[in-house]
């Protein structure tokens, strides 16, 4: 199978029966070498983004996978110093390796899946074998998956809901009912990224990340997602992907417990994991309620994302080493979806149906030493209340698969650090997301309502004014989307001058980038504050924490920022657990 790299394709591509475009300019990228469609086998589309850099001619921009009749042909293009031509290389499973350690697998049977079936593979002397994992978010589920895959039975503990009961309780939240503080937008199956856009975009290059979009297409993903240049799962697909997620751990061995939350680790002379104490709201009305349970455990995954807060001060409690972290702070920007759509493509090819809703990605670097950028963009979305603790606001994003919906939403944030924190103290940076989700709470009228501004008040750092319409057409439309609703604010009430400040100086910088960014009719909603965790886990080579066979892992360990990263995070803390056990080569 090889590979056809850099193909232009028309956007009619991306229409159904686009197929024969695809296979046209795959016969007139290999006309050069002489191939004729009689030797072609199959084409097929392996990754494809947009190119709209001149807006007269907006395409798409692929890698095919092209099968020929004959091989011989295949090694003779792939000797013709093509640059565009290269073998195709499937992505490696994250458990190659395992089947040479136990030379019985091969005996029992094909698949690495038939391990589920035998009892819990040992683990070192004295260390129970059953790995524990807790957080069923990307991190923790990818972790589970791997080592149920390997036959160690992992057990999950997840302070939240079970998807369907999550999904419940959040849509009751944002229809007005009181804050759930164990499961809600950032707890429960799921993780906190489960009622969003499903972006699985990432900085990092990892070859697993192919491991993790497949097997989210096995639980039910839509299969573009394997293909596409920026792939996203949608709000409306997520709870059941990850159903499936949970239901194939099962099948292999491992365990759930829903509402049931890591309150201690309890460590041995030597200062390892010897077992750890939850609490499990199947018998009370609340954590606190809960007897206390002790687990024996030698190995723990910790994925416990970064709204953990107390799991943060019960690990600092228990001395396990914890450092500050930079992280982002600001709002969420609101525009019209379909002046994104002109700006990124031109008004003509934004009509194009093969063409989704368009997305953007801004960032600067300003003289006050401030970093500014837009994350998080969700297209065609709504504004997501996100907050985890009582008298908070905190705001994200989310969109359905379709991304249909009127506005478009980013996080528009400032960067901050230790100096910012006020304080030494490893968790300074919690108390610094506190007070500004306390500040914009009650600034929004302390029901859950946000605080909003418009950009042209903001920019004029007008307060208190109601919006001044520059004409009847953004008025009518651009409103916000916030689920709880908001209510019209200065946002220099809640945010620290510094953010307001920065956030100005950025707003012309980024019209230069995108044409509507500086529409002042566009809508802040405060406040942003959860981009990334505050607080880092420290960790050594061996992914293992200042607590011997404590993993720390994912988003809330501060080594990654997520999905995609998460979800491979916690594939290579379950590699390292075999390797420490022996069943993967080191
Ligand atoms: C609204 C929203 C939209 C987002 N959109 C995107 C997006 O489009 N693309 C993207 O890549 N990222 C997105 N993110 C970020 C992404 O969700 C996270 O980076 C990712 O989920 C991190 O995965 P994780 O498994 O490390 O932690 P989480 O997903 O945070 O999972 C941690 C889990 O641990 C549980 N937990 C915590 N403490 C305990 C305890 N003591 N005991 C038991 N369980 C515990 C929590 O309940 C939670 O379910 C979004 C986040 C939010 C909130």
Redesign the pocket.
Known sequence: MLELRNIKLPLDSGLPGGEALMTRAALYALAPHGVVEEQLVQVTLHKRSVDARRKSDVHFVATLLVELADAALESRLLQAGDKDIAPHVPAPDPLEGLAEIDGGLSQRGPSLEDRSARTPAAAPQGIPPRPVV????????FAALLLARAGLQPLV????EVIEQRSRTVAAYDAGAPLDPDSN?????????C????????NITDPLCNYVTSTFVEAGAPPEILWQARP?LGSDRLPGVVRNLRERIIALGGTFRFG????RVITGADGALQAIEVADKRDAHSFHDATPETIACGTLVL??????R??YAMLHEEGVDLQQKPFSVGVRIEHLQSDVNAAQYGARAAAHPALGAADYKLSCHLPNGRGVYTF?M?PGGQV?A?ASEPGMLVT???SRFARDAANANAAFLVGVGPADFGSAHPLAGIEFQRRIERAAFELGGGTGSAPAQRLGDFMAAISEKAPSPRGHREIAILQPSFSRGVAWRALDDCLPAFVCDSLRQAVPLFARKLACFDDPNAILTAAET?SSAPVRIVRGANLQSSCPGLYP????AGY?????S?AV??LRVAQAILRQRGFLPS
Not at 260 to 263: A, K, Q, R, S
Not at 560 to 564: F, L, R, S, V
């Open positions: 807790v957080g069923a978010g990307p991190a923790g589920l503990l997840e302070r939240g937008v950032q707890f429960g199956e799921g993780g906190a990224g009622f969003s856009d499903g972006k699985l975009t990432t996203h049931c939350m890591l309150t994925a416990c994302g970064h709204s953990a107390e799991t998080c969700c997501m996100s994200n994003g989310m959860r892992c994912g988003e809330g990654a920022g997520g999905i995609m998460a995070d916690g």
